[in-house]
C-alpha cells in the first residue's frame, strides 16, 4: 500500500500498523463487511416481502391458504433459529440437487442415498463442479440469504398479521359501507395504516436481524467473523507481519461495529416512529399532538 | 447395530462422560440417535437453567441500577444493558473464549492473606463455565431491560397507597415494589427464559471445545448429519427436543404466573403469550 511497505521487519510501531492494516488479507477482511450489508440489503425486503404473503395467506378466506400461512409462521416457534439455519441450507442445496437430477438424468437407476451419500448425476451438481470459484462462493451466498428470509419471513408474518389485526375494524368497515371490493379495502385502507402498528415489531426484527449476521460463518461464508478468526491467529516469523493471536481485538472490533450498527439503527427507526405516528389516531400519534400543542 | 435399551444404557449420560465412550459408527440406529441427543440436551439444559438461576438476581439489580437516580450506579448499568443487548451473542462468545485463553498466558495472581495464589483461570475456558457467564450476562442484560420496563410502570396509586401506609425502603420495595414489577415483567421474562434455552444452542458453534466428545445436543447432532449425510434425522430430533423444552419453560413459567396474580380476578390475569422470535 504505502511506499516504505517493502520490508515491515525494519518498521517503526506506528509505520508497522499502518502497513499491517493496509496489507492484502486485511484488504479483503475490509471488503467482507460489504458482506454483511449486502446480506441485510437482500435478506430485509425479501423477508418482508415473505412475511406479507404470509400475513395475507393467514387472512385468507381459502382454508388451505390459510393453513399454510398459519403453518409457516407457526414453524419458527419454539426451534432454535440456528437449527432451521443449519437444517435449510442442507436442505435447499440438497433439494435443488434432486430436483435438477430428477429432470436432467431421467434414466439414472442407481438410488440418491446410497448408504452414507448422497449422489445425484454430475451433470445436476450444483453448481457444476468445473465452475469457476466466484459462482461457488455466490451460489452458497444465495442459498444463505434464501435461508435467512425464509427464518426472518417467519417472523415478520407473525408481525404483520398482528399489524393488520391491530387496525381499527370500523375504518375497513367504513371503507366496505362506501362500496369498496375487499380487494380495495385491503390494499387502500388496511396496508396503509397497518405499518405503524408493524413498526415496532418491525424494528425488533431488524435488530435481531442485524445480530444474525455474524451466522453467516456458520454457512460457510466468508465472512466478518471468519476473517476475524483467519487473520487474527497467531502468525509466526515466516509471514511478513510476525504477531501472536490477536483474534481477541479483532472480535473487539468487531463487537464494536456491531454496537455502532445496532446504535444508529436504534436513533433511525426512532426518527421514522415519531414520523409515522404524526396524526394517528394511537396513544403515540396523541402524545405528539399534545407535545406541539 | 444396538436395542433402544442397548442404546439407552450405553449413551444416556454419554455427554457427562459416563458410558460408553465410542460413539456409533456404520449403521446407525433412529434410537442412538434420540438417546445421544438427548444426552446432549443435558447440557443445555444445565447452561440455560443455571445462566437463568443467577441472572434473575443480577437483572434485578441492575433494573435497580438503571432506575437509580445517581449517577455513579445507573451510567455503569446503562453500559452493560447495551454492551450485551447491542451486540451479537456469537460475537460475545467469540470474545469471551479469546479473552479466557489470554487470561492464563497473562498470568492473573491474587495474593490473599499473603499468600500468592494463581487463579484457576483454566476452567474458564470450558463451556461449562465460559458459556455459561456469556450467557448469565446475556441474560441479565436483557432480563434487566424488561424488568426495568415494569419497574417504571408500576401503577402510581399503588406507591402512593404504600407511603400512606407508612412503608418506606426496603420494606416498601419488598412488599409492593418488587411484586408488582415480576408481576408486569412475568409474560416477558417468560419469552426472554425461551429464548435463553434457545441461545444455549449457539455454544455448539462457539469455540469452546468439548471435551472427550461430551458436547450438547447440537454436537451429538452434527455428528449424525456428517456421518449419515441426512439431515432430515438428526435436525429434527434437535427441533422436537426444544419444543419439549420451550413447553416445559411455559408451564413452569405459566404456574409462576398464576401464582403472581392470585390476587387478581380472573378476567384480569394476564395470560401468558408466547411470542417467539428472538435470536442474539
Not at chain 1, 452414507?116 to 465452475?131: E, H, I, K, M
Not at chain 1, 472490533?253 to 436504534?266: I, K, N, Q
Not at chain 2, 472427550?212 to 447440537?218: E, H, K, R, V, Y
Amino acid at each position: 500500500m504505502f511506499q516504505f511497505c517493502t520490508d515491515p521487519s525494519t518498521l517503526a510501531t506506528a509505520q508497522w500498523f499502518a502497513c499491517y492494516l493496509t496489507n492484502g488479507v486485511h484488504l479483503l477482511f475490509y471488503q467482507s463487511f460489504l458482506v454483511v450489508f449486502a446480506l441485510l440489503a437482500v435478506a430485509a425486503p425479501l423477508s418482508l416481502a415473505l412475511g406479507f404473503l404470509a400475513a395475507t395467506a393467514s387472512r385468507s378466506q381459502i382454508a388451505p391458504a390459510r393453513w399454510i400461512g398459519k403453518i409457516y409462521t407457526a414453524m419458527v416457534r419454539g426451534v432454535p433459529d440456528i437449527v432451521f439455519f443449519l437444517f435449510f441450507v442442507l436442505v435447499l442445496d440438497q433439494g435443488i440437487e434432486y430436483l435438477r437430477h430428477l429432470i436432467v438424468c431421467p434414466d439414472w437407476t442407481d438410488p440418491i442415498r446410497q448408504g452414507a451419500n448422497f449422489l445425484v448425476c454430475s451433470a445436476a451438481r450444483t453448481p457444476q463442479g468445473n465452475a469457476p470459484q466466484w459462482v461457488h462462493e455466490t451460489y452458497n451466498f444465495g442459498l444463505a440469504v434464501f435461508t435467512y428470509a425464509i427464518v426472518f419471513g417467519a417472523f415478520c408474518g407473525n408481525v404483520l398479521y398482528g399489524a393488520m389485526n391491530a387496525v381499527p375494524r370500523p375504518q375497513l368497515e367504513t371503507a366496505a359501507a362506501y362500496g369498496m371490493s375487499r380487494r380495495q379495502v385491503f390494499w387502500r385502507i388496511l396496508v396503509p395504516q397497518m405499518w405503524v402498528y408493524a413498526l415496532p415489531g418491525l424494528s425488533n426484527i431488524w435488530m435481531i436481524l442485524i445480530k444474525a449476521t455474524p451466522l453467516l460463518f456458520l454457512l460457510g461464508i466468508e465472512d466478518i467473523v471468519y476473517w476475524a478468526r483467519e487473520i487474527g491467529g497467531s502468525r509466526n516469523s515466516r509471514f511478513a507481519y510476525p504477531h501472536p493471536d490477536w483474534r481477541f481485538f479483532y472480535f473487539l472490533g468487531l463487537l464494536v461495529f456491531y454496537l455502532c450498527f445496532t446504535r444508529l439503527s436504534e436513533i433511525v427507526l426512532d426518527r421514522l416512529t415519531r414520523r409515522l405516528t404524526r396524526g394517528q389516531a394511537t396513544a403515540g400519534g396523541e402524545a405528539l399532538r399534545r407535545a406541539a400543542a | 447395530m444396538m436395542t433402544c435399551a442397548e442404546a439407552f444404557q450405553s449413551y444416556a449420560l454419554r455427554s457427562l462422560g459416563y458410558g460408553e465412550r465410542a460413539l456409533p459408527q456404520g449403521d446407525i440406529s433412529l434410537c442412538e440417535q434420540v438417546v445421544l441427543i438427548g444426552s446432549g440436551m443435558i447440557w443445555n439444559v444445565y447452561l440455560g437453567l443455571v445462566a437463568l438461576a443467577f441472572g434473575f438476581f443480577f437483572a434485578v439489580a441492575l433494573a435497580l441500577g438503571k432506575a437509580s437516580s445517581r449517577r455513579m450506579i445507573r451510567k455503569p448499568s446503562e453500559w452493560f444493558i447495551f454492551l450485551f443487548r447491542g451486540s451479537p451473542l456469537f460475537i460475545q462468545f467469540f470474545m469471551a473464549y479469546e479473552a479466557f485463553v489470554m487470561l492464563p498466558r497473562l498470568g492473573v495472581e491474587f495474593e490473599v492473606f499473603g499468600i500468592a495464589i494463581e487463579a484457576e483461570t483454566r476452567w474458564l475456558a470450558r463451556a461449562w463455565l465460559g458459556a455459561l457467564i456469556v450467557l448469565f450476562c446475556n441474560t441479565s442484560a436483557y432480563a434487566a431491560e424488561i424488568f426495568h420496563g415494569a419497574l417504571r410502570s408500576v401503577p402510581r396509586g399503588d406507591l402512593e397507597a404504600a407511603d400512606a401506609y407508612g412503608l418506606s425502603g426496603w420494606k416498601k420495595f419488598r412488599r409492593i415494589t418488587f411484586p408488582t414489577t415480576m408481576r408486569l415483567a412475568w409474560p416477558a421474562y417468560t419469552n426472554e427464559a425461551i429464548f435463553l434455552f434457545q441461545s444455549t444452542a449457539l455454544v455448539f458453534f462457539s469455540s469452546f471445545p468439548a471435551i472427550q466428545q461430551g458436547g450438547d445436543a447440537l454436537y451429538y447432532a452434527s455428528y449424525f448429519a456428517d456421518r449419515t449425510f441426512n439431515p432430515f434425522i438428526p435436525y429434527p430430533i434437535v427441533a422436537l427436543y426444544f419444543i419439549a423444552l420451550t413447553l416445559v419453560v411455559i408451564t413452569v413459567f405459566g404456574a409462576i404466573n398464576r401464582r403472581l396474580n392470585r390476587h387478581l380476578p380472573g378476567d384480569q390475569r394476564p395470560r401468558l403469550r408466547f411470542r417467539p422470535n428472538l435470536i442474539r
